[in-house]
């Protein structure tokens, strides 16, 4: 890249991450969640979540209708090191379905 353009490639990143982090409050069929509150209502009465739903319930509503691999939503809610765990998870799934 030539240095304008590497310039002008931070500057929208810059104006897109501040743009996102601006929104503070998201709305979705009745259900509010305010990320910087960590508080959760639906219909106007308040819903108290876990700090691990409360990341799944941020991360859905991110992009109502997105289809999320299991990996990817492994990786946004339980972190990186969940993503190598997951031959253990997923013969612990197959052990609780089979029983």
């Not at 304008?4 to 991450?17: K, V, W």
């Not at 691990?52 to 972190?79: H, I, Q």
């Amino acid at each position: 890249y030539s240095p304008r353009e590497m310039i002008a490639r931070i500057n929208a990143l810059l104006r897109r991450s501040e743009m996102q982090s601006a929104v503070s409050q998201k709305e979705y069929a009745g259900v509010s969640i305010d990320l910087d509150a960590h508080k959760v209502t639906r219909d106007g009465k308040l819903i108290q979540l876990s700090p691990t739903c409360f990341k799944l319930l941020a991360t859905l509503m991110e992009r109502p209708g997105y289809v999320y691999s299991r990996d990817r939503l492994l990786g946004r809610v339980w972190g990186a090191m969940c993503s190598l765990n997951r031959v253990q998870s997923t013969f612990t799934y197959g052990v609780s379905v089979k029983r």
